[in-house]
Structure formats: structure tokens, C-alpha cells
């Protein structure tokens, strides 16, 4: 019964405010406030306002050698005095040019008035603009001349292959070394110039990129990039019976092996395929295990060539007979 009290009082009130509402009157005096409110709006633009810009700065061309140590801003700020109109342009909608800033010039002085960039930026300033102050007053630089060395370059990543595919030749880096300009307690640990950590999946076709060089705080390298050179190939199985060589045989003794050859298997690029032949292995045998071993000898492989991979010796041993020369 309260709810059903409650739910009268508010249809009624609701009927009043209907009739006492006239939606005619109500739009034209919004259409009046709207004109009146522009006329106001257009009218204050015409005034004269101050307002704080911020324009962005680059410095560039730091001589090789140097490191400037001192943190500087990306902007300065620029007080400004101007017409609403042109203020508002800046606020809202227009953008700004960097100023380059060039360190030769300052090699000497290490200081730069920023009154002196008024000029440049009234270049991007609307005509009746007037620039009342630039905030901070003054850039300061701080130079020190760096020690320098030559490093390596040095890797620091993977290159993943496609299955079934091998390196042609290795890794071209270029350059090879590079100049490292740093504070000598900086300089004295500095053993090799590291790239920016990477990884390069499933290569298959060759592959030429750049990358960077690990970045370190008041460390300069002469070569900021390197190049690498990656060529691929598809490899293939090959088998060959290779002869076993005896090493450390005393002049007057001779020592018998069975068999005398050993057969293996390994992978190889096809451009390699024909290169490789059994003088390219070294496989052998120890004289001096004769005393650790009483019926077999251990094969050793001790010489592999370049780009054979994944090398399988068939045996593990031979047996052997050790005779005295006549």
C-alpha cells in the first residue's frame, strides 16, 4: 500500500512538471545562450594571453673521441605572449620542428644561452607572437676526451637453420673490428664489441642483415652497426673408409691393427660433397694404450674438415699385434 502511495505522489509530480515545461521556450533560449556564449568566446580570443610552448631539441655531430656527460633536456620551454587565437593554434592542433643543436660549436664555451635560439624559434611562431622567455636559461655541456682501442666484433645471438641445411662458410661479419672510444676505467674492460642479443629462426636462403652493437653508458664505437652475411646450403650423408694412422710408435717396433681402415659417416654441404675425401680425416690409434689394453685399441678421431658435421666412427676399436723390427 506505501509503494502504491509513493508511485501516485510521483505521477503527479511528474504531470505538473509536463505541463509547466514547454519545450518551444526551452530551445530558443539554449539557441540564445549558444550565440551568446560564442560572441563571448570569439571575443576573449582577441585578447592578448600568455602561455608556456614546448619545442623539442636534438643535439648532433659530437666529434669522435668525445662523450657528453651531463643529462640534457629533449624540449625547452618557451613563454609566449600572443592573441587567444594563436595561442589556442599552439595548444591544440600545431607542431614543432626540433632545434638542432651542433657540439662543435660548443667544444670551447661547454655553455649555450638558450636567448640565442629566439631566432629559430620564432621562425615557427605566428607573426604577433612575441617570445617573453626560454626556460632553462642555459644548456650546459660537459665534454671529456675518451681513450680508444680497436676489439673484435663478437656475436651475440643464434642463427637457427632449416632442417635439412647447413652453413656454406661462416658467418661474414663486417666490420670484423671496431674502434671503442670510452673512459679508460670503462676502456680497460672492454674485450670484445658484443651485437644486441638476438635470435634468427628456420634459415634456409641467405641471409644479409644489420644489427647493432650492445650500447653501454659513455661508450662510442667507431661502426655503430655491423653487417652479417649468412649462406646456406642443403647437406647430405656421405660414408668413406678411412685409413688409421698409429701415433707415438717407437722407431724399432711395429704394431699391426685389424682392420687398417675404419669406416665412418658424416654430413656435408653438397657444394662440399666431392671435396671431401678420406685424406681429409684423421683417424689413429695409440701405441702408448698398448699398456691400458690387452686385446683392442681405442680409435681416436683427431682431424675433421671444415663443414662436416655429425661425424660417426662404425667401430670403436681395433685389435692389434705389436712386433719387433729385424
Partial sequence: MKKDNIFHFFSISLRKIKRSFNLNDFLIFLFFLLISSSLWFLHSLRKNYETTIRIPVKFENL?????????????????????????????????????????????????????????????????????????????????????????????????????????????????????????????????????????????????????????????????????????????????????????????DMNLRIFPSYVDLSFHVGVSQYDKIEASSFYVSVDYKDISKFEKSLPLKLKGIPKRVFHVQIKQKSVDFLVEAKK
Fill in 63 to 251: 666529434p669522435q673521441g668525445y662523450v657528453q656527460s651531463n643529462e640534457l633536456p629533449e624540449n625547452i620551454k618557451v613563454v609566449i605572449s600572443g592573441r587567444g587565437t594563436s595561442l589556442m593554434n599552439y595548444k591544440l592542433g600545431k607542431s614543432f620542428f626540433p632545434i638542432t643543436i651542433d657540439y662543435t660549436e660548443y667544444l670551447e664555451s661547454k655553455s649555450l644561452a638558450t636567448a640565442s635560439l629566439k631566432p629559430v624559434v620564432q621562425q615557427q611562431l605566428n607573426v604577433g607572437t612575441e617570445i617573453l622567455e626560454i626556460k632553462p636559461d642555459s644548456l650546459f655541456f660537459l665534454f671529456h676526451r675518451m681513450k680508444y682501442k680497436t676489439v673484435p666484433v663478437k656475436l651475440s645471438g643464434k642463427i637457427e637453420l632449416e632442417r635439412q641445411y647447413s652453413l656454406c662458410d661462416s658467418v661474414v661479419v663486417e666490420p670484423k673490428e671496431v674502434i671503442v672510444y670510452a673512459p679508460e676505467n670503462v676502456l680497460d674492460t672492454l674485450q670484445y664489441a658484443y651485437t644486441l642479443p638476438f635470435t634468427i629462426p628456420n634459415v634456409k636462403d641467405t641471409l644479409s642483415m644489420k644489427m647493432g652493437l650492445m650500447p653501454f653508458p659513455d661508450v662510442k664505437y667507431s661502426d655503430p652497426e655491423i653487417s652479417i652475411l649468412v649462406k646456406t646450403e642443403i647437406y647430405t650423408e656421405k660414408s668413406l673408409q678411412v685409413p688409421i694412422f698409429v701415433d707415438n710408435l717407437p722407431a
